[in-house]
T-cell receptor, first 113, second 117 residues
Framework: DVKVTQSSRYLVKRTGEKVFLECVQD?????MFWYRQDPGLGLRLIYF???????EKGDIPEGYSVSREKKERFSLILESASTNQTSMYLC????????????FGDGTRLSIL | AQTVTQSQPEMSVQEAETVTLSCTYD???????LFWYKQPPSRQMILVIR??????QNATENRFSVNFQKAAKSFSLKISDSQLGDAAMYFC??????????????FGTGTRLKVLA
């Protein structure tokens, strides 16, 4: 089974802090994704990476950046956290291939005070 | 741009009954994939079922099946013999080709399914 591990299940930070969310996968998947999940809005794609050091903006990249220095690790960075970034953050991975689904981590519930 | 719409924020079903969750999408692509994902309370999101657009036959996985109407751009999920463990948030997703030649997924807003004992 694919294992996607997010570093924290719950996280509380203060406005203006630089926040790092980490995601690690153990299946050598090329593609990795960061989403935020908000009630009534579903999952919205923030950034994704299709290979090491390669990244592409999703639908809501403002206020976020990402880093992928190694294949197994994809980090989401909130440069200066704001209260409107309080949300559930989901990491997903996917092996390159036409019909391959995504595999998700457990999520990080982030609160910005 | 592709969009995915789930018009039912919440649904309820009696245990052992059948329920259908709706999903519509908009796209100009002719070849694509559609997915249903399940997110149980406080648990990981998992794949339920997937459908290739060029396949006319509806996908089936045990008690889960889809009704794929390509012309109508409709992709509904039918759950038969509902069980208490089916209670979850269900998301419909569309696989979209990006400018870099890889794939990203567009999700609907979700339908919360309650199963009544």
């Amino acid at each position: 089974d694919v294992k996607v591990t997010q570093s924290s299940r719950y996280l509380v930070k203060r406005t203006g802090e630089k926040v790092f969310l980490e995601c690690v996968q153990d299946m050598d998947h090329e593609n990795m994704f960061w989403y935020r999940q908000d009630p009534g809005l579903g999952l919205r794609l923030i950034y994704f990476s299709y290979d090491v050091k390669m990244k592409e903006k999703g639908d809501i990249p403002e206020g976020y950046s990402v880093s992928r220095e190694k294949k197994e690790r994809f980090s989401l960075i909130l440069e200066s956290a704001s209260t409107n970034q309080t949300s559930m953050y989901l990491c997903a991975t996917r092996v390159q291939g036409y019909n391959q689904p995504q595999h998700f981590g457990d999520g990080t519930r982030l609160s910005i005070l | 741009a592709q969009t995915v719409t789930q018009s039912q924020p919440e649904m309820s079903v009696q245990e052992a009954e059948t329920v259908t969750l709706s999903c519509t999408y908009d796209t100009s692509e002719s070849d694509y994939y559609l997915f249903w994902y399940k997110q149980p309370p406080s648990r990981q999101m998992i794949l339920v079922i997937r459908q290739e657009a060029y396949k006319q036959q509806n996908a089936t996985e045990n008690r889960f099946s889809v009704n794929f109407q390509k012309a109508a751009k409709s992709f509904s999920l039918k759950i038969s013999d509902s069980q208490l463990g089916d209670a979850a948030m269900y998301f419909c997703a569309y696989r979209s080709l990006t400018t870099s030649g890889t794939y990203k997924y567009i999700f609907g807003t979700g339908t919360r399914l309650k199963v009544l004992a």
